[in-house]
T-cell receptor, first 115, second 113 residues
């Protein structure tokens, strides 16, 4: 099956700094990538949808200036959490869709802790 | 946009019993309904999915049923085992490439031996 990787798997940063998370599709071209956030004991909440070469579409309530998404190629999307605060601490998961448009393939997730 | 409701939020069964989790969705355009199992700190794992052109799909101990008219779908696990204990999520989406999966709130299944 298709493989999606994420880096880093976990990161600790200080309040006010920025953190970049990478999401890569390793063996297929991802026309669309999605970013989800999952707080403890909660569900996956869609943050944004990104298409290669175009601006991301953010869900209501997600600050686009705080969560910067770049989808520069068909295999790479990045999420940058700017000026991170403790309330941004969460599990961030990306997913990608390729030619098989039904299934989404999930990355392993990134655990972000802001101190 | 799509909204997915999932029930129950917790489910405790004895080993060997069956477990049923139900979901409803709001967007009639949705035609893809996967179920995921997620263990703590891990990515969701697809366990079974169904598309709107069928009403039921089975894979060994797991089955999913879909009622498009009523906009609900269900996960059935038979002969449950302790290793089935996890959080299960249903999701829904259209089949178009640019459409994200929208998830239900999850069900924590506990199977005691």
């Amino acid at each position: 099956g298709a493989v999606v990787s994420q880096h880093p798997s976990w990161v600790i940063c200080k309040s006010g700094t920025s953190v970049k998370i990478e999401c890569r599709s390793l063996d297929f071209q991802a026309t669309t990538m999605f970013w989800y956030r999952q707080f403890p004991k909660q569900s996956l909440m869609l943050m944004a949808t990104s298409n290669e070469g175009s601006k991301a579409t953010y869900e209501q309530g997600v600050e686009k200036d705080k969560f910067l998404i770049n989808h520069a190629s068909l295999t790479l999307s990045t999420l940058t959490v700017t000026s991170a605060h403790p309330e941004d601490s969460s599990f961030y998961i990306c997913s990608a869709r390729g030619d098989r448009v039904y299934e989404q393939y999930f990355g392993p997730g990134t655990r972000l802790t802001v101190t | 946009g799509e909204n997915v409701e999932q029930h129950p939020s917790t489910l405790s069964v004895q080993e060997g019993d069956s477990a049923v989790i139900k979901c409803t969705y709001s967007d009639s355009a949705s035609n893809y309904f996967p179920w995921y199992k997620q263990e703590l700190g891990k990515r969701p794992q697809l366990i079974i999915d169904i598309r709107s052109n069928v009403g039921e799909k089975k894979d060994q101990r797991i089955a999913v049923t879909l009622n498009k008219t009523a906009k609900h779908f269900s996960l059935h696990i038979t002969e449950t085992q302790p290793e089935d204990s996890a959080v299960y999520f249903c999701a829904a989406s259209e089949s178009q490439a640019g459409t994200a999966l929208i998830f239900g709130k999850g069900t924590t299944l506990s199977v005691s031996s």
